[in-house]
């Protein structure tokens, strides 16, 4: 056989076991800490100064912590402001030929996936004839069951993200993450070579909707620099922590960056002295995307190009062995 023609069958007998396994998910096999995409429920949860302390979820130190460079040192509290502008996080948001392309196409997209969600809520509460902050941060959670998963009923936490809000002595308000865990990846990542590592990339967008008079309005405050958590061990998943102290806790690692600045949301005109309540409307969203760091998709679309490449001679030389 000549050498070209061997070339196309190997290449027929590839495509032929593609057809045949490439269409199940465990082709390659998934790592067990991931391809949670099943019954997928994501959540944000506004924290109130309450949430901070110490016998709630422990995150008061991570608060303190991430907000110190800017001169913001004292606990979540109520304090009263009058602000110029109201507060909201809105999303920016949301892979041989014919049929073995195709299953190629969405095997290699498996390696990729994203998971957000959006949260509406008023910031201000205003009672005697003064505004404070409702909230100190927010609690992302995603939960879902492994994508084969037959006997689960009710899904498990997979995924935690707590960022903490506070406001400096200028008035500015800052946000920085405090906390972040990922026990199971909704991403696809192969069960093969020695190391499991998954690059997370989470979008925040602040946009504030107010009415004055009877026209709406909406308005992006600010588009965060994506907070980036590279190289993450599924292997061993650890919480990191913004005030993670490993000589003490071996069980953690330090959570650093994503501090990000936004001005504050305006308040509607209107509002007369003895009006009180809930003001400052927002929209919380968030996009979050899973990567694995392995080269698993890059090869998978690679061979996905490859049959392309070759799909007339790989026609061809089934028509010639037909004859």
Same mark, same amino acid.
């Given at each position: ?9 190997c290449l027929l007998i590839l495509t032929s076991c593609l ?15 991931? #391809?949670? /995409? ?6 944000? !949860?506004?924290? @109130?100064? %309450?949430?901070?302390?110490?016998? *709630? ?57 994203? #998971?957000? /969600? ?6 201000? !509460?205003?009672? @005697?004839? %003064?505004?404070?902050?409702?909230? *100190? ?29 506070g406001q400096d002595g200028d008035g500015v308000f800052w ?40 026209? *709406? ?107």
């Amino acid at each position: 056989m000549k050498k070209e023609a061997f070339n196309i069958f190997c290449l027929l007998i590839l495509t032929s076991c593609l057809i045949l396994q490439i269409g199940c998910a465990s082709f390659p096999p998934p790592h067990a800490n991931s #391809f949670y /995409t099943k019954d997928e429920i994501v959540t944000v !949860k506004m924290l @109130r100064p %309450e949430d901070f302390k110490q016998d *709630y979820k422990g995150y008061l130190d991570d608060w303190k912590k991430s907000f110190q460079h800017v001169g913001i040192s004292t606990s979540p509290d109520v304090k009263g402001i009058v602000p110029a502008v109201s507060l909201v996080i809105g999303i920016v948001a949301p892979l041989a030929f014919d049929y073995a392309k195709k299953q190629l196409k969405q095997e290699a997209e498996n390696y990729v996936q994203q #998971f957000g /969600t959006t949260s509406f809520d008023a910031f201000w !509460k205003k009672d @005697r004839n %003064e505004y404070t902050q409702k909230y *100190y941060g927010f609690e992302i959670v995603r939960k879902a069951n492994r994508y084969n998963d037959k006997t689960q009923k009710d899904a498990k936490e997979v995924f935690k993200l707590v960022y903490g809000l506070g406001q400096d002595g200028d008035g500015v308000f800052w946000a920085a993450p405090l906390y972040f865990v990922t026990n199971k990846t909704k991403a696809k990542i192969a069960s093969w070579g020695g190391s499991h590592r998954v690059d997370t990339k989470v979008e925040l967008a602040l946009d504030a909707v107010w009415i004055d008079g009877k026209k *709406y309005h909406k308005e992006n405050i600010a588009k965060f620099d994506p907070l980036m958590i590279k190289g993450y061990d599924i292997d061993n998943p650890k919480a990191l922590r913004a005030s993670c102290d490993k000589s003490k806790d071996p069980t953690c690692s330090p959570l650093e960056d994503g501090l990000n600045s936004f001005p504050p949301v305006p308040i509607p005109s209107g509002i007369s002295s003895s009006d009180a309540g809930d003001f400052g409307k927002f929209w919380l969203t968030v996009l979050v995307t899973e990567s694995d760091t392995a080269k698993t998709k890059k090869y998978i679309s690679d061979l996905s190009d490859l049959l392309e490449k070759n799909r007339d001679k790989i026609i061809d030389f089934i028509k010639s062995q037909a004859k």
